[in-house]
Each structure stands twice: as C-alpha cells, then as structure tokens.
Nanobody, 126 residues
Framework: QVQLVESGGGLVQAGGSLRLSCAVSARTFSRYAMGWFRQAPGKEREFVAAISRSGGGTYYAGPVKGRFTISRDNAKNTVYLQMNSLQPEDTAHYYC???????????????????WGQGTQVTVSS
C-alpha cells in the first residue's frame, strides 16, 4: 500500500511563496512518476505539474509555468512543489499523486495516477 502525505500549505499574501512537500511511503519510490493537482471550491480538479521517475522530465500547466517548480528527492521519497509569485487564483486544495510507470514520462491526466494524498490547503489573499 502506497501512502502519500502532503504538507506545507497555508495562508500567504499575493506575490508570496510556499513550498509543498509530499512524503511517499513506497519501497520503490523511484519507479513512480509524481504529480500535483489542485481543486478550488466549485471547480474540477486540475493538473498543476508532473515529474518523471528520474526527475529528468517535468511538465507544467500553463497558468503555473514559470512560477511553480516541481522536484523530487528519490533518496528521501519526497516530491516538492515550489510555488512563487502566488496569486489569489492559485487558492485551492493541492493534491499529490503517484503513478507506477515503466517509462520515464510525466503523466498529466488524473486518471493516470494510482495513488493520492489527502491534500493540503493553499490560500492566497489579495
């Protein structure tokens, strides 16, 4: 059983930064592509960022490109999401997800992912 636990959310003013972390309990963490998704009240869950098993490939949603950075530390079984220049429209519940993959690719669709965390709330005030 793979478990994911997110942390690092909170309340920040517009223009500020937060770093989310996702600790993964998996013996073979390096075999999982990892992704971050978010869901705002009344909206569908949307893709934010993904990183391949090795960390060599990353992919971002348009609205966060250039502001957010996804990274991973396979030695610590942890994936990160550095969020800079936060805006009120970034307010959402952020979820970490894991996908066991045979290839070193970065899936962007929620249905690709096998395991999900409970999420962490990010609120950006104007």
């Amino acid at each position: 059983q793979v478990q994911l636990v997110e942390s690092g959310g909170g309340l920040v003013q517009a223009g500020g930064s937060l770093r989310l972390s996702c600790a993964v309990s998996a013996r073979t963490f390096s075999r999982y592509a990892m992704g971050w998704f978010r869901q705002a009240p009344g909206k569908e869950r949307e893709f934010v960022a993904a990183i391949s098993r090795s960390g060599g490939g990353t992919y971002y949603a348009g609205p966060v490109k250039g502001r957010f950075t996804i990274s991973r530390d396979n030695a610590k079984n942890t994936v990160y999401l550095q969020m800079n220049s936060l805006q009120p429209e970034d307010t959402a519940h952020y979820y970490c997800a894991a996908d066991l993959r045979l290839t070193d690719t970065s899936p962007t669709t929620s249905s690709d992912y096998d395991y999900w965390g409970q999420g962490t709330q990010v609120t950006v005030s104007s």
